[in-house]
């Protein structure tokens, strides 16, 4: 979905720093201070816009099956991290402005809901992890009709259907027990959080960070039995609106930087949460942004079929709606079927079948060893991307805690 011309003379009338009325707060004038400054600035800002723009016209433009994938996903993190560091920029341009009166308090109130989505960045590395379980019982699936040597050519006995009934039986157990909440396999790793690296290399990193990460390790150490997804993003969420027009004169125009960045930060972390298995998941958080801005249109639609996808028959009692996680159930489903109605000696079709069926699965699994790492690296990368932007920000107006 290309951006219009009328979204572009939408963004360029929001950021205008010489009009003189205000027709809505997206028209808002901002004056004050030197005119080549300003020129610059409004350049920026423009451009930001513009490119969170583009992103999200392009996260759009997915087709239904490629939606809510582990690739799509990552992408959706890739956006994220582009958007931060270009807000990051922006803010480091301009700390003589982000001192003053509204941008101090809207910095610091951005920072406040950026540090609720450490948890949420936590509970997802949970759900990564639930869906490693999975993938080792679908590995366990495959080699009981393949063997050790993978050929898949000796003959299929009662012994290896027995076994991968079993696990089916398990993986189906397994993913129902963690609709709505984690597991105890899972609980039990939440001690390994993003904050903590056990990882040599990564020392330099972990020095990098040690003084914000002190500041998180009650917030985002790990996610308790008691926490919810849901209240989460309500909390990240709860009272974001468009900036007044008075912000936006006062800050020459940070203030619609500030909105536009807290917008996709909320929008990315409930597309995770909508994504993959969590803690009392939820996607009922109230998320509208006007469709004038040149990035809402893109964002809204995303936010609707995302909707759409959850009110699937087939959808509704998901534990996520990863793109993955849909095709575990129903390989699963269907290779237990199979698995129920087979007789022997096997019929040379129905052997056919059973084996296009575990190639099947075979499939889903190296999607899945390949997919979910990478994934998970961006998850973290997310979670230290946003200690790093916070500790500057609030250390430049300074509000870092002690």
């Known amino acids: 979905m290309p951006i219009t011309e009328s979204q572009r003379s939408f963004g360029r009338s929001f950021l205008n720093l010489r009009r003189d009325s205000v027709h809505s707060v997206d028209s808002a004038t901002v004056s004050g201070g030197n005119s080549n400054e300003l020129t610059q600035m409004e350049a920026e800002l423009d451009s930001f816009q513009r490119k969170v723009a583009e992103r999200f016209t392009d996260l759009n433009a997915s087709n239904s099956e490629d939606l809510l994938s582990l690739e799509w996903v990552?992408?959706?993190?890739?956006?994220?991290?582009?958007?931060?560091?270009?807000?990051?920029?922006?803010?480091?341009?301009?700390?003589?402005?982000?001192?003053?009166?509204?941008?101090?308090?809207?910095?610091?109130?951005?920072?406040?809901?950026?540090?609720?989505?450490?948890?949420?960045?936590?509970?997802?590395?949970?759900?990564?992890?639930?869906?490693?379980?999975?993938?080792?019982?679908?590995?366990?699936?495959?080699?009981?009709?393949?063997?050790?040597?993978?050929?898949?050519?000796?003959?299929?006995?009662?012994?290896?259907?027995?076994?991968?009934?079993?696990?089916?039986?398990?993986?189906?157990?397994?993913?129902?027990?963690?609709?709505?909440?984690?597991?105890?396999?899972?609980?039990?790793?939440?001690?390994?959080?993003f904050g903590r690296n056990n990882n040599n290399n990564?020392?330099?990193?972990?020095?990098?960070?040690?003084?914000?990460?002190?500041?998180?390790?009650?917030?985002?150490?790990?996610?308790?039995?008691?926490?919810?997804?849901?209240?989460?993003?309500?909390?990240?969420?709860?009272?974001l609106a468009t900036p007044r027009a008075s912000d936006v004169a006062a800050s020459n125009g940070l203030a619609v930087l500030v909105y536009t960045m807290t917008s996709v930060l909320l929008f990315v972390m409930w597309a995770l949460v909508a994504a993959i298995p969590c803690q009392d998941r939820g996607l009922a958080v109230h998320f509208n942004v006007p469709r004038s801005f040149q990035w809402g249109g893109s964002v809204m639609s995303l936010h609707d079929r995302i909707i759409e996808e959850s009110k699937k028959r087939e959808r509704k009692n998901s534990c996520g709606l990863l793109r993955e996680i849909d095709r575990i159930e129903r390989s699963s489903r269907v290779m237990s079927e199979l698995a129920d109605s087979v007789q022997f000696p096997l019929t040379e079709e129905k052997e056919v079948e059973v084996r296009e069926r575990v190639e099947e699965l075979g499939k889903l699994h190296e999607g899945l060893r390949n997919g979910l790492d990478p994934f998970e690296r961006k998850v973290r990368e997310v979670f230290h991307r946003i200690v790093r932007s916070r500790t500057e920000g609030l250390d430049s107006i300074g509000k870092l805690p002690e």
């Not at 948890?119 to 993938?135: K, L, S, T």
């Not at 002190?214 to 993003?233: D, E, I």
């Open 74 to 193: 990552s992408k959706l993190l890739d956006s994220f991290l582009s958007c931060q560091e270009e807000f990051r920029a922006i803010l480091s341009n301009r700390r003589s402005q982000i001192t003053k009166p509204p941008m101090d308090r809207l910095i610091a109130d951005y920072f406040e809901r950026s540090v609720k989505a450490l948890d949420v960045c936590n509970a997802i590395r949970d759900g990564v992890e639930q869906i490693r379980q999975w993938q080792k019982l679908i590995e366990i699936v495959v080699t009981a009709f393949n063997g050790s040597g993978g050929g898949g050519k000796r003959p299929l006995g009662e012994g290896q259907f027995r076994r991968a009934k079993k696990t089916l039986i398990e993986l189906a157990i397994g993913m129902l027990d963690d609709k709505g909440s984690s597991s105890t396999s899972v609980s039990q790793h939440r001690n390994r959080s």
């Open 202 to 239: 990564n020392n330099k990193d972990h020095l990098l960070h040690h003084r914000s990460i002190g500041h998180f390790r009650s917030l985002s150490w790990s996610v308790s039995r008691s926490w919810s997804a849901s209240k989460q993003l309500q909390a990240i969420g709860n009272n």
